[in-house]
């Protein structure tokens, strides 16, 4: 006689297999899917899960214990299978919108930021369909769980069928353990598991709450033994500008494509820089993130510590290492911490230690918001040459990290150029601009370069204006753009510019990797922190035997004459 769950299953063979394959079918689909690229869709994807062979067997086994899976227990697996659907779709999208695996404390951390842009970048009647679309979605998608869970444990109630399932459990179980990368490939027919990536999670968040050992972890710091003395040129000691340009990556020069859309904008900042009296040598060097993450370079180039791994930032900002901000501190500068993107309180910004870290609200903006960031780029770059870089000229000298938002995705909406840079600094500025229309978030390389362009054009026309006082300008980018710019497989690199007018300090970079020009050479000079050590070498002033070109120090430098003129259009 069959037993009481045995009667409530599908009676007829045809009945169960095919209410079996329905909702086997179904919940493979939801643990295979791999993203259709560009932008945030899925696709279907041929594919087995082998989490989810797994899980019948746990299923299996749950019904044959107890007879029958109970509303209560029903909720519990779908919840489990709707987590596994979720951690699914943020592993195959986050590398393929921001080029880089999901970090669920890191990036779970900044969600709410990033929702604010991109919901201040759409229309509201967007806004409202989209989070309409989301609540919909979402109790479709448990309700269809729901039905397959339910389903299968139904189904999975009569015994005949278990010794075949086990045996296929076990088949696809020996098929998965077999695997020997690039000798033997058996998981050919699997998607890629959802486990790692479980684990991995689990293995950052245990390592951020408890780092143990940081020092180890973080490895040595370079030497900041140096003086500066590099920095004293003919004309005083000069001030520093650090700029880290978001989102400026290596793509800019390496696409064809993106290098021949910015050809003039950075033909009119190279001409900038020459006619300033001004130098400029170029490199490249790999940046610790891809798409987002701007804080990881901004701490591997101040502290020279590799920081790929977000938890290793946590732990520098928790220790006492010494960076430039300190080192330049110790030596006269005034330290300042330029961060119009900052819009909340970051109290773990004391480790850098400026004498003054100006946000949002501390750089003194009254004009028209313009966008999510809500300060442009030269709006900031003017209310920082007001407050902090003009002056007497023997006011003690600077040292200013600037980051910028205006290439922040989703790049746009974008203020207009300002030839009249005063008016920045008051409370009308733009106030005759207008709301840009809402631009694509699924093709953003248009608004991508005209963003580049709005950079170029206000460095540009800043390097014309500011030569009363001695500057070096360090142009970084901390990252390369989102995947939907930069494409598939794009490398990590990222361009870096010295700007000066001392070519006996450029001349040093010269035997570092560095060329002359604004385009670096291909090969990067190593990752973020190798450039640490050797922009510390070059401010340091070097013994006479090492001295190269030293007629080139005494008195203005003459472009022209010197070996690190720029080609025309570099």
Partial sequence: ??????????????????????????????????????????????????????????????VAWRGRLSSRAAGVWTAGFLALVLVRYANVTAPAVLGRPVNVYWDGRHAGELLKVTVQSLPGWQVAAAVTALVVGALLLTLLIRWAVTTLALCLTRSSPRPWLLAGAGVC??????????????????????TPTLVEQGRLLARVWLPGEAAQVLGPSPSFGGDLSGLAGHRGPADVLLVFAESYGAITFDNPAQAAALAAPRAELAEAIRASGRLVVSS?????????????????????????????????????????????????????????????????????????????????????????????DQAAMALLQAQELDGHPDRQPR???????STHAPFHPLAPFVSDWASLTRADAYAATPVAAAGSLIQPLPLYLDSMRYQHAWMADHLRRQVARPLVMIVVGDHQPPALVSGRGAAWDVPVHVISDDPALLQRLLG???????????????????L???????????????????????????????PLRATPGS
């Fill in 173 to 194: 179980t020996l098929s998965f353990a077999a695997y020997v990368p690039d000798e033997r490939d058996t998981r050919w027919f699997f998607a890629l598991p959802i």
């Fill in 532 to 562: 640490t050590s050797v922009l510390l070498n070059a401010f340091d002033a070097p013994g006479a035997h090492d001295i190269v070109g030293e007629e080139h120090v005494v008195g203005p430098p003459d472009p022209a004459a010197s």
């Fill in 1 to 62: 006689m069959r037993s009481t769950a045995e009667r409530a299953a599908p009676t007829s063979a045809p009945g169960w297999l095919l209410r079996f394959v329905l909702a086997f079918g179904l919940l493979n689909t939801l643990l295979t899917f791999e993203n259709r690229w560009p932008g945030f869709g899925v696709a279907y994807s041929p594919r087995l899960s082998f989490e989810l062979c797994l899980a019948m067997v746990g299923l299996m086994g749950w």
């Fill in 512 to 530: 570092s990797g560095f060329v002359p020009g604004l385009t670096p050479p291909p090969g990067a000079l190593g990752n973020m922190p190798a």
């Fill in 399 to 405: 040292f200013a990290v600037f980051a910028t938002t």
């Fill in 284 to 376: 490249r060097v790999i940046a610790p993130t891809f798409g987002g993450s701007s804080w990881l370079s901004h701490a591997a180039l101040l502290a020279g510590v590799d920081t790929r791994d977000p938890a290793d930032h946590d732990l520098l900002l928790a220790s006492q290492r010494p960076t430039l901000v300190s080192h330049f501190k110790r030596h006269g500068y005034r330290t300042v911490g330029w961060m119009p993107g900052l819009k909340k309180p970051w109290p773990e910004g004391a480790f850098y230690g400026f004498d003054r870290l100006a946000d949002d609200a501390g750089v003194g903006y009254q004009g028209k918001d313009v966008g999510y960031w809500r300060i442009p």
